[in-house]
């Protein structure tokens, strides 16, 4: 379907009349049989608007309702079904009321245009967005409806609906624009006289550049180069010389004396081996920045050439070049570019500006060889060499041209060593040795023949042609190695800066390519960074200091004063040097920011989840001691007994909490260090059970029953107490999310110099792709209880797993379920002593009945070794540390095993697998621990 066309009718401020014509337009398009109906029409209470209304179908505005108000908004829906040609909608930067289908109106208005009918809207000049700013500077008031430039630059048709502002005034103090009460406060704001003028002239600015950037489409859609002069636009040619400041300022001058639009512009040749410094360019973009002018550059090999097509391009109606710097002797073979661009200039006005630098001659430098010593050696030596060769071998076997011949052969000789000069007097030399001694009459400079006269002069023509091709050529290939390394030394920053490479080698390369003997990187007063012997610290210290553009950095090179070409890509490297270490530093901040976002984020949701999970346990705790302290009540001994294990469930839940929440700090800042030990599984894994259930007796008893420990003999290199912690919080997570008919299985096989250790229930999973988001923190996904616990059980056992160096992924049940995997460094110590190590572990003594450490709490094995369950005087300052002798030992009255459970008298049997137990009289528990007798089976179960 063919889109539809946008018209759009801008106005400098309200009131002038925008509507108005919209609505003429209107009746005109009604008068030759279009299908024209009104959507959005803001008359403004004005009669002579909504008399223009009359005879135009109208569509009905759909109202929205918001916070208790009704708000007429555009129907899009119901234009759309009457599909009418041409659709009236006023008020094209409105903001559509909350709940319609776009924000704004200008976006209903592209559906419409979609749908292929034709739209007529209003906007005022305020409204756009690149000039909202400028407006608020100058009435003072901040337009909060804007619509983008791009959407009424689109439009078909833009025509501007102007009035003078003394015309606009009148119009408002007649009550055509607004109620009375409001005419005078208007004309003593927003209507001021100063204010309607600048926004009658930001109108027609901006529509004339929207003018001008049809004109240029145009032309080059139809491939138009002759020059239209329907603007005037002056364009000035720069070549970054001394002189260049001196022709812009004339060319300025020129542009503001016939309101024109100034352009500069400079030509780069082809082959990038002759440029501008960067200070010379900057100093000019400056300048045109200043003259409210812009500065281009293009590539050409032919400089007039390139700038002719430049200035058709912009539609230029003048063009402003220097004069040649150049002798009027080097104007004799060569015109000139100015010259060229006169010739070729057609229709567009050529003004040459003389200047100081006019006219200054040859420079005799140029003209002066490379090599001095040797150029000037050489055109001594060399002819009185021929000389000699040719008087003592030659002369009596050749004539007078081929003894001419070997003097060309040395002048050329000469003439390669560079030096116009030095070819040019040894060509004179060789003229004078062949005249005197080898053309008639010998011994005297009276030339006879006119041969001889002729060959002096071919020498020296062909010595100066020679040696002056050779300067060119031996110019160029300087000029092309240089802009080789050059653009190796920016090739190697520019990628640096994208991938953050290192900034002394960096510098390192520096060195090395100009040969110098230090460079350092000074921001501020601070040395980034330093290479090479003695490295200047201040600007003070250094043969040659780049200023960077942040003008805090420099880069400071020391050990031989460079030439002032190599300025201009060291000023580039510094530029770039100090972008890398701001991105240095932006990367510092980014990183610590982001570490402070996560940190608030962990906060937050700490905050929320432990609202929760510490109010339930200390409810429940105080609700039982209220009671079991209520007089009101006499409970029985049963009923005592339940509240005293609520009591005691309850704490030990915020046991739980308490210690998840220490464990999760302690792996936030990282002072975890494990211990790593030969681990055998089997013992782990009856501690990790004992430990799993948070307080809550049926769980454990659960535990006992359910969970199969199928490990064999496997043992690994780790740290006792966090593997037991890892292996609790898994049981325990796969006891909780799994049916209570389905058992839960701990396994562990070799595999190579790994262990892997697999935690298997048949709960029902987690949805596919979520497997990773189960250890973040605070995490608790479709299989987890989302009752009790913050979410912090897995983000603990990966901080754990991979504090002993190992990892720990879930994936999916065959069947159905989670398979937890725990991947470690297998055991290959191999010797007693490591067993021995393990098997001296430390028994702890309680004088109560229970443990406080939560199943989830890693306690001091955090920081020490607890393959015998003991506990640090961190964790219970009643703990008592006994070491085992060499035969078996008996720790009484009891042994706090895995994280801590409460060993329940009447039910707690040690364990599937695990230690026997026996009973003492105080009804506390006692776990037997029987150690080789002897150091040397202590490698032996």
Known sequence: MKRGQLRIYLGAAPGVGKTFAMLGEAHRRLERGRDVVA?????????????????????????????????????????LRRHPAVVLVDELAHTNAPGSKHEKRWQDIEELLDAGMDVISTVNVQHLESLNDVVEQITGIQQRETVPDAVVRGADQVELVDITPEALRRRLSHGNVYAAEKVDAALRNYFRPGNLTALRELALLWLADQVDSALAKYRADHKITELWEARERVVVAVTGGPESETVV????????????????VHVVRGDGLVGVSTERMARLRELAASLDASLHTVTGDNVPTALLEFAREVNATQLVLGTSRRSRWARIFDEGIGSAVVQQSGRIDVHMVTHEEANRGLRWRSFWPRQPVLAWLA??????????VSAVFLDGLLELGGLSAMFFIGVVAVALLGGVVPAAFSALFSGLLLNWFFADPRYSLTIAEPDSFVTVVVLLIVAV?????????????????????????????????LHGADLPNLLEQVRETYGLRAVSMVCGSQVIAAVGVDPPQRVADAETAIEAGDTTSWLLLAGRTLDSGDRPVLHAVANQAAGLVRQSRLAEEASASAALLEADRLRRALLSAVSHDLRTPLAGAKAAVSSLRSDDIEFSPEDTTELLETIEESVDQLTALVGNLLDSSRLAVGVITPQM?????????HRALVSVGMGTRGLRR???????????EVSVLADGGLLERVLANLIDNALRHSPRDTPVRVTAENTGDRVSIAVIDAGPGVPAGTEEQLFEPFQRLGDRDNTTGVGLGLSVVRGFVEAMGGTVHAEPTPGGGLTMLVDLPADDTGGPQADAASAGHTTVERSDSRSAEPPSTPGPSAFADRTGAGRSAEADSTSEVAVPSHDAVRAEPTMNVGSGMRADPATDDGGPGGPPADRNPDHRLATRIDVPADESDAGSR
């Open 465 to 497: 042609a020679v040696a002056a091709l050779v300067d060119v050529a031996a110019k160029r290939t300087r000029q092309a190695r240089k802009a080789s390394r050059q653009a190796q030394l920016l090739t190697m920053f520019a990628g640096a800066v």
């Open 249 to 264: 300022r004339r060319a300025s001058r020129i542009a503001t004396k016939s309101s024109a639009e100034l352009v500069l």
């Open 39 to 79: 959507a959005v029409v803001e008359t403004h209470g004005r009669a002579k608007t909504a008399e223009l209304l009359a005879g135009i179908e109208r569509i009905p505005p759909k109202m929205i309702e918001y916070r208790g108000s009704s708000f007429p908004e555009l129907d899009a829906e119901a234009v």
């Open 702 to 712: 659960a535990a006992m029953d359910r969970v199969k420990v199928e490990v064999g």
């Open 379 to 388: 055109a001594v030596l060399v002819p009185g060499i021929v000389c000699g």
């Open 677 to 685: 030990r030969r681990v055998y599984m089997d013992e782990v894994a």
